[in-house]
T-cell receptor, first 115, second 117 residues
């Protein structure tokens, strides 16, 4: 089945460690996005990529890094510089056909907890 | 800059009654408006969107939304609520400019809907 796969679903990290969240899609979508969700704050955009080998910072990019070496993959690294990384992370994608109308397809999310 | 406001953190409604979840927006260009639903520990699911045309948009699971340009609102509605509609609902907006292209989707803070049997 086509869709977006995020892994791991749950992740625990010690302070000072970098972690990488995986996001893979087989929808042949051009654009991919990472959002962070915190209770009462909705979804905030971390990074997005509209084409391979190119990406842009969102509203809260500090302490995060991404790469887009393949169309199917958009991994997010949460670095030790991110001061409050405990959150629910959502990956999404959209096709060029629907990009202008904004319909996003979401993965099931990854919950990161810093111990 | 574009923004979305969902003025209610929580909406409670009895099963079988009509429900409304409110959303207002602010954009400088033409608004593309969306509603998504999220169940616990899951990703977001698309419900419906307004791009152009009829102000009343119908979507999945019996939901509809009414676009009101003068009030800059896009409220989500359903004539008869079900217990299974209980979830977190997000309104989102994209500000589209013909010459400069699209901008990323901006989400509201979400409204938790609780339908009581």
């Amino acid at each position: 089945d086509g869709g977006i796969t995020q892994s791991p679903k749950y992740l625990f990290r010690k302070e000072g460690q970098n972690v990488t969240l995986s996001c893979e899609q087989n929808l042949n979508h051009d654009a991919m996005y990472w959002y962070r969700q915190d209770p009462g704050q909705g979804l905030r955009l971390i990074y997005y990529s509209q084409i391979v080998n190119d990406f842009q910072k969102g509203d809260i990019a500090e302490g995060y890094s991404v790469s887009r070496e393949k169309k199917e993959s958009f991994p997010l690294t949460v670095t030790s510089a991110q001061k409050n990384p405990t959150a629910f992370y959502l990956c999404a994608s959209s096709s060029r056909r629907t990009e202008n109308t904004g319909e996003l397809f979401f993965g099931e999310g990854s919950r990161l907890t810093v111990l | 800059a574009q923004s979305v406001a969902q003025p209610e953190d929580q909406v409670n409604v009895a099963e079988g009654n009509p429900l409304t979840v409110k959303c207002t927006y602010s954009v400088s260009g033409n608004p593309y408006l969306f509603w998504y639903v999220q169940y616990p520990n899951r990703g977001l699911q698309f419900l419906l969107k307004y791009i152009t045309g009829d102000n009343l948009v119908k979507g999945s699971y019996g939901f509809e939304a009414e676009f009101n340009k003068s009030q800059t609102s896009f409220h989500l509605k359903k004539p008869s609520a079900l217990v299974s509609d209980s979830a977190l609902y997000f309104c989102a907006v994209r500000d589209y400019h013909f010459y400069s292209g699209n901008t990323p989707l901006v989400f509201g803070k979400g409204t938790r809907l609780s339908v009581i049997a």
